[in-house]
Each structure stands twice: as structure tokens, then as C-alpha cells.
Nanobody
Framework: QVLLVESGGGLVQAGGSLRLSCAASGRTFNIYTMGWFRQAPGKQRELVAFITSGGNTNYADSVKGRFTISRDNAKNTVYLQMNSLKPEDTAVYYC???????????????WGQGTQVTVSS
């Protein structure tokens, strides 16, 4: 059973930073693409960023240059460093992973429980 546990959310002022972590367990970590999604109130869940097993990354246009996704395969953990936060970044952030190995993109098959990020103006 794949388990994803997020941490690191909270309240921050605009312009501030947060780092989210997602610890994965239940299967081999380093051969799967990992991603971060977010869902704001009244909006659909959207992709924020993903990182492949080979370390290639992809970002939503709205976060490019401000967010950085990374992974530590020794710790089975993926991170999302968020800088220059804006009020529009306020959302529940979800960690997700694919069921397919060695993919160049992500189709989420497993989700974490989510962590709230609130950015005040």
C-alpha cells in the first residue's frame, strides 16, 4: 500500500517562503514520478510541479521561478520549496505519485491527505 504524508504547510505573509515535504512508503520510491498539486476553494485541483525518476522537473507557469521541486531518494521524500509566495498561492497542497514506472509525466494514482498553505496579503 502506497502511503504519502505531507508536512510543512502553514500561514505565511506575502513574499515569504515555505517548504513542503512528502514522505512516501509502501513501494520502491526512486523509480516513480512524484508531483505536487493544489486546490483552492471553489477551484479545480491543478498541477503545481512534478519530478521524474531521472530528476527532470516541470512547473506550472504560475509558479515558475518561485517554486522548486526536489527529491531525496535516500529518504523517500519529495520537497516543494516555495518562495515569493502570493495570496493566490493559498490552497491545499497535495502530494501525488503515478502507478507507472519511469514516466516522463504524471497521472496521479495515489494522493496524500493534503496540507494547507495560506498566504496573507
Amino acid at each position: 500500500q502506497v502511503l504519502l504524508v505531507e508536512s510543512g504547510g502553514g500561514l505565511v505573509q506575502a513574499g515569504g517562503s515555505l517548504r513542503l515535504s512528502c514522505a512516501a512508503s509502501g513501494r520502491t520510491f526512486n523509480i516513480y514520478t512524484m508531483g505536487w498539486f493544489r486546490q483552492a476553494p471553489g477551484k479545480q485541483r491543478e498541477l503545481v510541479a512534478f519530478i521524474t525518476s531521472g530528476g527532470n522537473t516541470n512547473y506550472a507557469d504560475s509558479v515558475k521561478g518561485r517554486f522548486t521541486i526536489s527529491r531525496d531518494n535516500a529518504k523517500n521524500t519529495v520537497y516543494l520549496q516555495m518562495n515569493s509566495l502570493k495570496p493566490e498561492d493559498t490552497a491545499v497542497y497535495y502530494c501525488a505519485t503515478d502507478s507507472r514506472r519511469y514516466t516522463a509525466n504524471i497521472t496521479p494514482a495515489y494522493w496524500g491527505q493534503g496540507t494547507q498553505v495560506t498566504v496573507s496579503s
